[in-house]
Structures are given as structure tokens and as C-alpha cells.
């Protein structure tokens, strides 16, 4: 089992940034893909970024591309989320996942889950 615990969520103005963590535990996640998602109220769960087991393969939404960038630091267990130019659209409650498919932007490829850290950017 891996246990998933997201941190570093809150509110910034448009154009701010924010780094998300997710800390993981219960075994190493150095052979898991790692990844993100997002919900928005009212609106469907939808996918950000995924990462390979070793950083070399990244993978982003078309709508987060080019503002932020995932990371892992397998020696410390944590992925990473930095979000720059931060738009009011991309207030969700943000997820960290885990699985051994693949770098993928399904929801079913991702085995373990987050309980999820809010981001509310305000205009």
C-alpha cells in the first residue's frame, strides 16, 4: 500500500504561483509512475501531470502545459507540482496519484490516491 498526503495548496492571485508536495509512505515510490489531478466543483476530475519512475517522461494536460512542471525526488519519497501563471480556471482540489501502467492521463492507470490539497486562484 502507499499512502499519498498532499500539501502546500491555498489561494494566490492570477499570474502567482504555487508549489504543490505530495509525501509518500508505506513502501518507495522509485518503480511507481507518479502523477496529478485536479477537480473543480461541479466539473469532471481531470488530468494534469504524470511523471515515469525515473523523471525521464513527462506528460501534461494541453491546458498546463508550459506553466507547470512535475518532479520527483525519489530519496525523499515526494513528488512535486510547480504551478507559475496561475489562472482562475485552474482552481480544483489538486490529487496525487500512483500506479505502475503507465505515463498516462487515465484515471484507471493510477492504483493509490491522494486525499487532495485546494487551490483557489482568485482574478
Known amino acids: 500500500q502507499v499512502q499519498l498526503v498532499e500539501s502546500g495548496g491555498g489561494v494566490v492571485q492570477a499570474g502567482g504561483s504555487l508549489r504543490l508536495s505530495c509525501a509518500a509512505s508505506g513502501r518507495s515510490i522509485s518503480t511507481y509512475i507518479m502523477g496529478w489531478f485536479r477537480q473543480a466543483p461541479g466539473k469532471e476530475r481531470e488530468f494534469v501531470a504524470a511523471?515515469?519512475?525515473?523523471?525521464?517522461?513527462?506528460n501534461y494536460a494541453g491546458s498546463v502545459k508550459g506553466r507547470f512542471t512535475i518532479s520527483r525526488d525519489n530519496a525523499k519519497n515526494a513528488v512535486y507540482l510547480q504551478m507559475n501563471s496561475l489562472k482562475p480556471e485552474d482552481t480544483a482540489v489538486y490529487c496525487c496519484?500512483?500506479?505502475?501502467?503507465?505515463?498516462?492521463?487515465?484515471?484507471?492507470?493510477?492504483?493509490?490516491w491522494g486525499q487532495g490539497t485546494q487551490v483557489t486562484v482568485s482574478s
Open positions: 496519484v500512483a500506479g505502475r501502467v503507465a505515463v498516462s492521463p487515465r484515471p484507471s492507470d493510477y492504483d493509490y
Open positions: 511523471i515515469s519512475w525515473s523523471g525521464g517522461t513527462t
